[in-house]
């Protein structure tokens, strides 16, 4: 999806110093995304948690608390639709996370690092989950 994407704007000035969601025509959520995320690495769907961001304190030290947004949203290719008109996906959402997991994850070994869950843990603790 990038290099096509970076293909067609080429002599879009338009484009210069703008911001794009580039994935497949469908709308997703967050909690989508990571449903989508799991069916293309093959896992099982995920128990997603909501809870209050500002209500958890993560100690100083563990990983970072990955930036959620205190509301509803999804991500769209609408405006790189809109700004480069020549440009269309050529895949859905979840080729392109196959492609991503495969090509990127696993063959650069990130699937068989260990991972520091603290603050994981510490958010799931505050709100009343288990991992």
């Not at 993560?58 to 769209?76: I, L, T, Y």
């Not at 959402?93 to 997991?101: E, K, M, V």
Request: net charge negative.
């Amino acid at each position: 999806a990038l290099a096509t994407f970076m293909v067609a704007c080429v002599g879009t000035p338009a484009v210069s110093k703008q911001c794009y969601n580039l994935s497949g025509e469908e709308y997703v959520t967050f909690d989508g995304m990571a449903k989508a995320c799991a069916e293309a690495a093959g896992a099982p769907d995920p128990k997603i948690v909501h809870y209050d961001a500002k209500a958890v304190k993560v100690p100083e030290g563990f990983p970072k608390a990955f930036p959620f947004r205190g509301m509803h949203f999804f991500a769209s290719i609408d405006k790189a639709k809109e700004d480069v008109p020549n440009w269309k996906p050529k895949y859905t959402l979840i080729d392109g996370l196959r492609s991503s997991y495969a090509q990127d994850y696993v063959a650069r070994g990130f699937s068989t690092r260990e991972v520091d869950y603290r603050t994981d843990d510490l958010i799931l603790e505050s709100a009343g989950a288990t991992a």
